[in-house]
């Protein structure tokens, strides 16, 4: 690698910097890198102005889809719907739950949206109704898998955030699924919580396409977890 047009120099591997001196950084997020002079922490951008650790972020919240795609699922049948929210779509998705939660008088569905303000990223995680595991286990409440998926409730007086009935065996596939993606967060020193009120405002946008039931978990770099320490509700 060669200087870049501003005259910074690769990064030598256990080079010790000085202040205001400056080197090119290759960051491993996208092919981006970020020009910056060291003054004792890194502050640095990519090309479209993004902060390298919110794209950082981003690319966790990749990596967490994956180890949800690729978690067990009971006979080896895939239900499980991913969909990364970048930092420009959390603002709809935080009114969404803001809105749900005034709608329903639930307070930590409000709270909860300021914690998705300020998030750098969010994956959305849901589980489709069909195909059910097929094995007629009776969990759902019902003799058979067959007599569930016919199964038409009655419209109930206030519309319920979630939908069913659902295959209990698919709803441990999800839990799997949310669990290997926070498993992979923490490898990566990502902060983040399970959100079922940012599931609930995801199913009401239409962003877990044939899915009755779904998770969010939001995601921040930061110097203190934004999601503990939080207001009672």
């Not at 990566?188 to 039931?213: F, I, K, T």
Request: aromatic share 6%.
């Amino acid at each position: 690698m060669g200087r870049d047009r501003e005259g910074a120099e690769p990064l030598p591997v256990g080079k010790t910097l000085k202040t205001g001196q400056k080197h090119l950084l290759t960051l491993p997020i996208r092919g981006t890198y970020c020009n910056s002079y060291y003054t004792g922490a890194w502050k640095c951008h990519s090309a479209n102005g993004m902060n390298d650790e919110t794209a950082a972020v981003e690319t966790v919240a990749g990596l967490m889809a994956l180890s949800a795609r690729t978690a067990p699922k009971a006979r080896g049948t895939d239900v499980i719907v991913t969909h990364v929210v970048k930092r420009d779509g959390l603002p709809l998705l935080a009114r969404t739950m803001r809105s749900i939660g005034d709608a329903r008088s639930i307070g930590f569905f409000v709270r909860d949206a300021a914690n998705v303000e300020q998030s750098d990223a969010c994956l959305l995680i849901g589980a489709r109704k069909e195909p059910t595991a097929g094995i007629d286990c009776g969990a759902c409440g019902f003799a058979t898998c067959a007599s569930m998926l016919k199964f038409v409730p009655a419209p109930p007086a206030e519309k319920a955030p979630l939908r069913g009935p659902n295959c209990a065996v698919r709803m441990v596939d999800l839990g799997i699924a949310v669990g290997s993606a926070v498993k992979t967060a923490q490898i990566h020193n990502a902060d983040n919580r399970v959100m079922y009120s940012c599931g609930v405002a995801a199913l009401s946008l239409g962003w877990l396409e044939g899915c009755q039931v779904g998770y969010g978990i939001p995601l921040k770099a930061a110097g203190k977890n934004i999601y503990f320490d939080r207001q009672k509700v």
